[in-house]
């Protein structure tokens, strides 16, 4: 372990009263060092400081965060906060009784343990978890290194340490400003939830911290996680982590054979058989279920998976079960709402018994046969899902050398190898291909590739047309996904279309206030804002915010979404103060969701940085517009429009600042990414070219700034009509230029257009 070395002066000598001894560990936001207090008493603490130059309002505020989490908190198995206080040189700082223990996996191997002594051990670990889920607390980041064993009393006693990528699911550790916006990695892959590592589609509740525990209990009994990343390449674990149907290995499968297992199970005080034994029946069935990718299906808190364990230690029947074909039907029927109510009507009908009338017996096999079209449908859906996933994983396994290049194959030739196959092999299994079809085409457009999606997306659409009956949500499914790329195109008039006919046939069949439904009205806002009408998007999307805000509160990514873009609806208004406060509620919601370097919230950030432009604060314009580029640069290929965007908000900057020479090879690099990924008569390209095209008049260089004017006048009259507003702004630009270059009546002919175009 490092001691303490006073020459290196980010590290004290003394701290308050604590007399440093030596460095127990480092991270991005703090050190810990073992101290000693020497009055009111004499004893060994563990002291966390934040590290020197990181004293920003949000790290003091993750900081903050983690001392109050565990100053809450009282339980043995979990680390006491003992003082607190702040440093002569303003650094905050708190203490906590010193741990003197080793991870829990390493005390179980070296002590040889046995799987019931691990199993006791590990029932010790869920009830400190579930003292900090009372007490409003989620972990996110529980793995065998941030749980030490301590001996206490001559019993082993596990304790939870490093809280600080804790989350409140309260409000009491939440009033620092800027928790949760550090760049802090939010959990650690091989022990991370699929809905954890998804972030933008799910939240994270108590069963995150459970699918960790059930990861950590797998490891600790077999000596291998479920799933390891450095195993199988972290691309193929990703597939399978968030593949709900692709299948984990029973423990006793990952125990190997040979040398291997001999080992693991001398570690456990047996046999190979002896180990196997042990792992068959309730037990491994505990762990399956608290790794259940669907966490509806995982234990509802620590305690009951505790409780289980109890159970299968004690001989005593479990709550875990193997998956059965109830689970199946129950998929099916929240997408069949009419199946449900037939299973229903069956069940009742065996209930009634011999009592049932003639007419009752009638209806009861009527919905038996709906019933039993129902489980057949099921059947149908988890094939389905299972060819899914089993492509998909094919997909990331390169087996051969000279197709990988080394193993450095990239998500576009992965795409690009699964769009060939596709078609070949799925031929007469149309149901399966438009699946994936549709998920590879949505992935190519994430890539800002749309022309390789729109084919993928436009099949998709036809064979759900042709294979699936007319009203079907899958084909509204589609009409969406193809929808949103057009409109990411430029093509907002097929758009328009396309979502449009996806709600009328979401609203027939699933009611007006299904999550599918709200999905539909904001791509179909967003559609409508594009084309230049904010006060139909602004209906839209309110509608779209009160469904999703009814059924998954106001904390949600997708409640930012909605927000990001009714933050557009009042830039357009030119309602700036309004949109700022949109932008900024759905940056926050964001980071809390997705973490700080999410591409998602780079898209907040770049909207933002152009209420400061309009606000004339050009320095905090630059520095959002930057952070969002930093950002996109390490998420996105280097021509994703995207970078268009962001290019052309920078370059406009420079300009207004008289930085020329900066701004116009940003400004002309922004222009060929939306040349090359958008159509031709999208409007953000008119957007570039008049920001071009007022730097050039500015400097005078009429010549160059004449064409662009006149190319962004015509591209928006085509998307937008003749007479919207959103043409006053190139309109006005040219009419300056034409005074500035002493064509006076050209110019008044200009104004005379410009005064006539609809009010905004």
Known sequence: ?????????????????????????????????????????????????????????????????????????????????????????????????????????????????????????????????????????????????????????????????????????????????????????????????????????????????????????????????????????????????????????????????????????????????????????????????????????????????????????????????????????????????????????????????????????????????????????????????????????????????AEARGGAVTAREILDRGARRVGQELRDEPVVQARLLAAMGTVYQGLGLYDEALPLLGRALALREEALPEGSPEIAESLRRLGVLQRNRGDLEESEGSLRRALDIHEAALGPSDEEVAHTLHALGATVLARGRPEQADTLLRRALAIEEGLLGADQDMVANILQDLGTVGYYRGEYAEAGQYWNRAVAIRERQLGPDHPQVAVGLNNLGGVYFLEGRYDEALAAYGRAREIWTRALEPDHPRFGAVYTNIGETYAALGRVREAEPLLLEALRIKERTLSPDEPSIATTLGVLADMYAAERRFGEAEPRYLRAIRILERALGPSHARLGAPLDGYARMLRAAGRVAEAEAVEIRRAALTPR
Not at 137 to 152: G, W, Y
Request: proline share 6%.
């Open 1 to 401: 372990m490092p001691q303490h070395d006073p020459a290196r002066p980010e590290h004290p000598s003394v701290v308050g009263p604590y007399h440093i001894v030596h460095v127990v560990g480092e991270g991005g936001m703090g050190v810990v060092y073992a101290a000693e207090q020497l009055h009111p008493v004499r004893r060994r603490v563990a002291l966390k400081m934040m590290r020197p130059g990181m004293d920003s309002r949000e790290v003091v505020a993750r900081f903050e965060a983690e001392r109050h989490a565990l100053a809450v908190m009282d339980h043995p198995g979990i680390a006491r906060v003992l003082d607190a206080g702040v440093a002569e040189d303003g650094r905050p700082y708190f203490v906590m009784e010193l741990v003197r223990g080793v991870r829990i996996d390493e005390y179980c191997d070296r002590f040889r343990l046995t799987v019931r002594e691990r199993v006791e051990l590990f029932i010790q670990l869920c009830q400190a978890v579930q003292h900090a889920h009372q007490k409003g607390l989620i972990h996110r980041d529980l793995k065998p290194s941030n749980v030490l064993v301590a001996e206490q009393d001559g019993q082993a006693v596990p304790k939870v340490i490093d809280f600080g990528v804790a989350k409140a699911t309260g409000h009491h550790l939440s009033d620092a400003p800027g928790l949760t916006t550090l760049g802090i990695a939010l959990g650690t892959l091989a022990y991370m939830s699929p809905e954890q590592a998804e972030g933008n589609q799910l939240d994270v509740d108590t069963r995150s911290d459970i699918y960790s525990l059930g990861v950590m209990l797998y490891e600790i009994l077999v000596g291998r996680v479920p799933l390891d990343p450095q195993e199988i390449g972290v691309p193929q674990f990703l597939a399978r982590l968030v593949s709900r149907d692709a299948a984990v290995p029973l423990p006793g499968a990952r125990l190997g054979a040979g040398d291997g297992i001999a080992r693991v199970a001398g570690a456990r005080g047996t046999t190979p058989t002896g180990l196997r034994r042990a792992l068959e029946g309730d037990l491994q069935w505990v762990v399956m279920k608290a790794i259940e990718k669907d966490r509806a299906r995982r234990y509802e808190t620590a305690n009951g998976l505790a409780m289980d364990l109890r159970r299968a230690l004690d001989d005593e029947p479990v709550l875990a079960r193997p998956p059965s074909a109830a689970y199946r039907v129950g998929k099916l029927v929240r997408r069949h709402r009419t199946a449900t109510a037939a299973v229903a009507v069956a069940l009742l009908a065996l209930v009634a018994g011999s009592a049932a009338t003639t007419v009752g017996m009638v209806r009861a096999r009527k919905a038996e046969a709906a019933a039993q079209a129902a489980r057949a449908q099921a059947e149908v859906e988890a094939g389905t899902a299972r060819r899914v996933a089993d492509f998909l994983v094919e997909l990331f396994e390169v087996s051969d050398p």
